[in-house]
Nanobody, 129 residues
């Protein structure tokens, strides 16, 4: 079992920044994929970013809508993954979820929420105009 706890959400004005954290506990794996998804009211959950580490190398992938504005990173010592969100827009308003997969997801798989086995409870991000 893997437990995920998100934090760092809140209310911010457009063009502002927030950093989300996802602390993982439980089973550990030599390599895996962790991602961020978001869900706005009345919309489906959508992929935001994924970080994969395998063989000592790190790979990051982003949705086109956040590329250049968001950055995903990890701190192995703290078992924590971060999502730095800059130049926020009102359309970024959503509940943000952290997700974990023990597999090395391919670029074709990482946007599929069903490929992730564990999820956090979500943290609300609200961007005012």
């Amino acid at each position: 079992q893997v437990q995920l706890v998100e934090s760092g959400g809140g209310l911010v004005q457009a063009a502002g920044s927030l950093r989300l954290s996802c602390a993982a506990s439980g089973r550990t794996f030599s390599g895996y994929s962790m991602g961020w998804f978001r869900q706005a009211p009345g919309k489906e959950r959508e992929f935001v970013a994924t970080i994969i580490w395998r063989g000592g190398r790190i790979y990051t992938y982003y949705a086109d809508s956040v590329k250049g504005r968001f950055a995903i990173s990890r701190d192995n010592n703290k078992n924590t993954v971060y999502l730095q969100m800059n130049s926020l827009k009102p359309e970024d308003t959503a509940v943000y979820y952290c997700a974990f997969s023990p597999a090395f997801l391919t670029p074709q798989q990482m946007g599929n929420s069903q490929m992730y086995n564990y999820w956090g409870q979500g943290t609300q991000v609200t961007v005012s105009s």
